[in-house]
């Protein structure tokens, strides 16, 4: 019984995370019928109430909403909101999960100020739970600022998207500390077993896809912005560049790290210069097979 049931779990795990990886990727046509799948085998195994469901149902609203079926989107949010309502102990990290999906799909609709109630809600239960400066909560920061941007309130969205780069910055930062630390206490492991040991222990995949979606979407919005803020971008882009490198895509990584080092070159202070020297270092000392 015991085989049976970790059997189950483990196939629920690989269809919520297939479409999970397709949502990540913007792919949400494919992602629709591995979260159906998903929802299936979750409710066969744990009952249509279970708010295991939970994420599952915000996958599908999320998918749903990126192909333009917002009726099918508000069907299974409110089938996510029921389960945790009549859920007394639901956990702080799916209750702040709910309010992040009914605030873009809310943003979605063009109701931004029930985006921004939701969103506000998604920030203070993330924070609540994992800090104000994490990275569970920038996503709530993120898409706030992008309604902010939509409504054209740019000073607001300017300073969200900033903390966003500054806790990403702040968390990479430590990443690759870390990382420069298992290597030099174990000189002996090859590159092939650093990069799986030591970068999956500080990103999960998911971190990641997401990490480089929401690095990108502030680089581009910085980089279009009519007044630049060379200050800004070169700290996007030394974010981005430690992402990359994090996770071996070494030509990213050092593209990412020449652009901050000219940018950063050009700035009055210059304190960040030496560390984005140093990650530059890092980057063209790993293997060139690394990705």
Same mark, same amino acid.
């Given at each position: 019984m015991e085989q049976l049931v970790k059997r189950q779990k483990?196939?629920? %795990? &690989?269809a919520y995370s297939t479409a999970q990886g397709f949502v990540l990727g913007e792919k949400h046509k494919e992602a629709i019928p591995a979260a159906l799948h998903a929802l299936r085998l979750?409710?066969?195994?744990?009952?249509? =109430?279970?708010?295991?469901?939970?994420?599952v149902y915000l996958l599908l609203a999320?998918? !749903?909403?990126? +192909?333009? /079926? &917002?009726?099918?989107?508000?069907k299974y949010l409110s089938?996510?909101?029921?389960? +945790? @309502?009549?859920?007394?102990?639901?956990s702080v990290a799916v209750r702040y999960k709910l309010h992040r999906s009914l605030g873009l799909f809310c943003a979605a609709k063009g109701n931004f100020e029930q985006a921004l109630y939701h969103l506000a809600n998604d920030i203070y239960l993330a924070s609540s739970a994992f800090g104000l400066k994490s990275v569970e909560t920038s996503g709530g920061y993120f898409h706030m600022a =992008?309604?902010?941007? /939509?409504? =054209? #309130?740019?000073? +607001?969205? =300017? !300073?969200?998207?900033?903390? +966003?780069? %500054?806790?990403?910055?702040?968390?990479?930062? #430590?990443?690759?500390q870390a990382q420069e630390q298992i290597l030099k206490s174990r000189p002996e492991m090859s590159p092939f077993?650093? %990069?799986?040991?030591?970068? #999956? %222990?500080?990103?999960?995949?998911?971190?990641?896809a997401e990490a480089v979606r929401v690095l990108n979407a502030v680089l581009d919005i910085r980089e279009r912005a009519p007044k630049q803020q060379p200050g800004e971008t070169a700290r996007v882009l030394h974010a981005l560049a430690m992402l990359y490198y994090l996770i071996t895509d070494l030509s990213k990584a050092r593209e990412a790290g020449m #652009?901050?080092?000219? @940018?950063?070159?050009?700035?009055?202070q210059q304190e960040s210069l030496e560390a984005v020297g140093h990650l530059l270092e890092l980057i063209n000392a790993k293997p060139s097979y690394a990705k």
């Open positions: 483990s196939t629920i %795990d &690989l979750s409710t066969e195994a744990y009952g249509s =109430n279970s708010v295991q469901l939970v994420p999320e998918s !749903s909403t990126g +192909v333009g /079926r &917002l009726p099918e989107a508000s089938q996510a909101e029921w389960i +945790v @309502l009549s859920t007394p102990d639901c =992008n309604v902010f941007f /939509r409504q =054209n #309130k740019m000073d +607001v969205a =300017n !300073s969200l998207y900033a903390e +966003v780069t %500054d806790i990403w910055h702040a968390f990479l930062v #430590k990443s690759v077993t650093e %990069d799986k040991e030591v970068s #999956k %222990d500080h990103l999960t995949e998911a971190q990641q #652009k901050a080092f000219g @940018l950063m070159k050009q700035l009055p």
